[in-house]
């Protein structure tokens, strides 16, 4: 049975805590692309309800899906945004205390979650958010360290059928929009594309 995150999630008390709500992933399922943040950030997805919207990189995000064609929307302002073949998660879906990193504790605590959407999104592409999503994702289903953002950033990890369970076919790490340039944001998006054609 895939187990949906409660509203009401005790898993970790910290989170329990501080959040103002459990911020669980937002699109449609199946869909090609799939990304993953860290985790819902206290101007954003924690008052909105939905990943990757509202504060600067919720927005920066949101306008790379709109050039891409992952989003109906014209506005990367848009708080709940017509997806199209794209579904955005975070590896934790509780906004932690003064926005801190969450600990692998909390990671592995919501691991059962992210998996359980991965199953029913059947994402052909995935894209970690930041190296913190690298690093788990490339862990977890790769059992493989994932370096320095530097090197992985639009560069496309295949990965040969049978390697892990069910898709995705390719990993395609992204540097955190808080913190990438307009450049970065430009590589990107020419390495998705290119793989959505
Ligand atoms: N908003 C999210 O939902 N996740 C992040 O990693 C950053 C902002």
Redesign the pocket.
């Known amino acids: 049975m895939e187990p949906h995150i409660p509203p009401t999630c005790h898993r970790c008390p910290a989170l329990a805590a501080n959040r103002s709500r459990v911020?669980p992933g937002y699109g449609p399922a199946p869909a090609r692309v799939m990304f993953v943040?860290?985790?819902?950030?206290y101007r954003?997805?924690d008052v909105t309800g939905v990943?990757?919207t509202r504060?600067r990189?919720?927005r920066r995000l949101q306008a790379l899906l709109i050039r891409l064609g992952l989003s109906l929307e014209a506005d990367p302002a848009v708080e709940r945004p017509r997806l199209r073949g794209c579904y955005l998660t975070?590896l934790v879906r509780c906004n932690p205390p003064d926005n801190r990193r969450p600990t692998r504790a909390e990671i592995g605590a919501c691991l059962p979650y992210l998996l359980a959407e991965l199953e029913r999104v059947q994402p052909r592409i995935l894209v970690p958010?930041?190296l913190l999503a690298a690093q788990v994702l490339l862990k977890h289903l790769l059992g493989r360290p994932a370096g320095r953002m530097r090197e992985l950033h639009a560069r496309p990890i295949r990965i040969e059928p049978g390697t892990c369970p069910g898709p995705p076919e390719v990993i395609l790490p992204l540097r955190?929009p808080?913190r990438a340039s307009n450049e970065d944001l430009e590589t990107f998006t020419s390495a998705l594309s290119a793989l959505l054609e």
Not at 37 to 41: H, I
Request: net charge negative.
């Open positions: 911020v943040g860290e985790a819902p950030g954003g997805a990943p990757f504060d990189s919720g975070n958010v930041g955190h808080s």
